[in-house]
């Protein structure tokens, strides 16, 4: 119980001696199971993993065919089509080539897998996406099939 011929200075000070404190470095518990490998300023600018690798899987092959297409067009216009054809291709085949190495070499790893595996996931979409309308129109009624 605390007396009450105490003053207000003397009361919190005898309150503050009976409380336990903290002291001594808290740094111990922080996490530090994974060493990182980039800087500490490198990892405040970095993006998520999953958004790197959903970039590297959907939206960076979706890039590369549309500037494959646009210079198939030139390729198109200025020579013939199969030269069209082999510069689209060309470009698909070095953006490929050069995403996969920028981002191994940049730090981006998700980005660079997610580019690898979208060289087996999309054509396996199509191909599932190919047999689900066969079954559909297998199964509809048309007359004749």
Do not use: C
Not at 20 to 46: C, H, N, W, Y
């Amino acid at each position: 119980m605390i007396d009450e011929n105490l003053e207000s200075g003397d009361e919190v000070k005898l309150i503050s001696d009976n409380s336990p404190t903290l002291t001594g470095d808290v740094a111990i518990f922080q996490d530090q199971s994974e060493p990182s490998q980039t800087p500490p300023e490198m990892q405040k600018r970095m993006m998520n993993k999953y958004l790197q690798f959903f970039l590297g899987v959907l939206v960076y092959p979706i890039f590369l065919f549309i500037v494959g297409y646009f210079f198939f067009e030139i390729g198109w216009a200025i020579v013939d089509y199969e030269t069209g054809v082999l510069v689209q291709w060309v470009v698909i085949l070095a953006g490929y080539i050069l995403g996969i190495v920028l981002g191994f070499t940049s730090g981006h790893r998700s980005f660079a897998w997610g580019i690898i595996s979208s060289i087996v996931i999309i054509p396996i979409l199509f191909i599932i996406l190919f047999l689900l309308l066969i079954m559909w129109i297998a199964s509809s009624d048309i007359p004749g099939m």
